[in-house]
């Protein structure tokens, strides 16, 4: 569930510094990764990894390196131009405030279903959606590939995916989210809206765009706005009504609509793929800063959700893979719906479970078991019940794994005790940066050699996932400092949140037939 702020965000000065790493290609299977290690024997390998070094050459290129005896990494650090935004300073501030802004929603979201207040999301009425689209599965076969942009340049830290709506097809942008199911996209005529890039969809245009009845079952998988208003006619729309902890808020009619996903070639060619009567929410009075968005794309695990409503059609996985959020503006990242083989039989893919419905509080989120922590190769002494969602009492709990919120988050004491192990290990100067949000920070500036420990998640299943330093550090300013891009979860909330900068250069793939998560290194601006 994407969690919006009033602030208006802005990203990076008009020069960033990113993180970049290349590494040859039979060097991308480090410790979990390397196919001829079982679960066990990975994680001994990845416990007993060394440090990660950064080693700074000529021209502001840092050469990583376990040791002088193994393979070597190099990461550059790379000043581009950017077009919009101040300072990277400001970028990070209001990212993890839009995040934190994000948890309320999500703790909120679990303990208004733990009280037996939310709205109860049925499956039954979905089946009725899910037969008629079997209907069209004659004319839609393999996979779906979409394009994802980064919204660096409109000043956020999410992904947008490229859609086209209705018949006539109108080109939308909309926020790629995997922590919600709920898709909507501002609609004209809008009555309280917020500004969006280009022009607004307008049902009425399109031939392929139909109401849904308060009298129809489907009507029971939204919230109605309040108060609620009887349903008396029979061709009556039905409302719904979305809103989020920091105020923004969804309304308008419930409805079917055309979505035809933009997959654009490298040679500037363009694929279309349409997908006939996909439920969403048609808004009219829309609150809130989107960042530029025409709404938002929910791939949660709930029967309301886009991937949800594809899956009779292109079966029960998706994948993405992200590439650098601060990259160039012209890359793009994948997403693809239906079940890739190749990906699948991949044999540097690691898999680990989700939890089955009976053991969460919440059927839209991707929820996770950790067992443990490890930062530079030492597993962290943190009490086991942090990871586990409380049933009782009203903090949530449990990890999830997060398109919409960008940082990662830890709840205490873990967020502390793997705070200590990174000042523990990291051995260069620490500097204190007045009115920033992440902590610690170093300088590297003229630093010859600079220990990065390494960091990864052991899950209870075995499964580890050891992740590049640049997915867990953050560079800002032009003096070249360094801060840990891992935040503390708000004191009301226990979520551990996998956010989508952790995530980058990534194979990511969501198998819900065998209920697991596969991960895989890849150069994804290579996918």
């Not at 079917?256 to 490298?266: A, C, G, I, S």
């Not at 309301?304 to 009779?312: K, R």
């Not at 997915?471 to 551990?496: G, R, W």
Request: hydrophobic share 35%; proline share 5%.
């Amino acid at each position: 569930m994407v969690m919006k702020v009033s602030l208006i965000l802005v990203l990076f000065s008009i020069f960033c510094v990113t993180f970049k790493m290349y590494t040859e290609v039979d060097a991308q299977n480090d410790h979990i990764n390397d196919p001829t290690l079982t679960n066990e024997e990975s994680y001994k390998k990845a416990t007993s990894s060394e440090p990660t070094r950064l080693n700074k050459e000529e021209g502001g290129v840092y050469d990583i390196s376990a040791n002088p005896h193994k393979r070597s990494k190099m990461l550059r650090l790379r000043r581009r131009p950017m077009n919009n935004g101040n300072e990277p300073k400001t970028h990070a501030m209001d990212s993890a405030i839009r995040d934190l802004v994000r948890i309320q929603t999500l703790h909120r979201k679990v303990t208004e279903k733990k009280e037996g207040i939310a709205i109860q999301q049925q499956s039954n009425p979905s089946k009725a959606f899910v037969a008629s689209l079997e209907s069209t599965i004659d004319e839609l076969s393999g996979s779906i590939v979409a394009t994802l942009k980064s919204g660096a340049s409109l000043g956020t830290g999410e992904y947008f995916i490229d859609m086209f709506v209705g018949t006539p097809p109108k080109h939308v942008w909309l926020i790629f989210d995997t922590g919600s199911d709920l898709s909507w996209i501002q609609c004209d005529p809008c009555y309280d809206c917020f500004e969006q890039n280009g022009p607004l969809y307008n049902p009425k245009n399109s031939s392929s765009y139909r109401n849904i009845s308060c009298h129809d079952p489907l009507c029971q998988l939204v919230s109605s706005p309040d108060p609620l208003q009887p349903c008396k006619v029979e061709n009556q729309t039905c409302p719904y009504f979305y809103e989020y902890a920091d105020g923004s808020n969804t309304t308008g009619d419930f409805a079917l609509e055309k979505f035809t996903v933009n997959l654009t070639w490298p040679n500037g060619k363009e694929k279309f793929k349409p997908v006939v009567d996909v439920m969403f929410g048609c808004g009219h009075w829309n609150k809130g800063f989107f960042h530029g968005a025409a709404g938002l794309l929910g791939l949660g695990r709930g029967p309301l959700s886009f991937f949800s409503q594809l899956q009779s059609i292109y079966g029960h996985s998706f994948s993405y893979c992200l590439t650098d959020l601060f990259s160039n503006t012209s890359t793009t990242s994948k997403l693809v719906f239906g079940e890739d083989k190749e990906l699948l039989n991949n044999h540097n893919m690691n898999f680990t479970s989700f939890l089955a419905g009976e053991e969460t509080p919440d059927d839209t989120f991707y929820y996770l078991q950790i067992k443990s922590i490890m930062v530079g190769g030492e597993e962290l002494d943190i009490p086991e019940q942090t990871w586990h969602w409380l049933s009782e009492g009203a903090a949530s709990g449990g990890t999830i794994i997060d398109s919409g919120s960008t940082l990662t988050f830890f709840p205490d004491p873990a967020y502390g005790i793997i705070k200590e192990a990174f000042e523990k290990k990291i051995k260069v100067q620490k500097i204190a940066v007045d009115d920033f949000i992440m902590s610690p920070c170093y300088s590297v500036s003229g630093a010859l050699q600079v220990e990065l420990p390494d960091f990864g998640i052991h899950f209870a299943d075995g499964a580890v996932w050891n992740f590049p330093a640049e997915n867990y550090f953050y560079q800002y300013e032009l003096d070249e400092v360094i801060c840990l891009a891992i935040l503390k979860t708000p004191h009301h909330s226990h979520f551990t949140i996998i956010g989508n900068l952790l995530q980058q250069n990534f194979h990511i793939l969501y198998d819900m037939k065998r209920s697991r998560l596969g991960y895989s290194p890849r150069r994804c601006a290579e996918v």
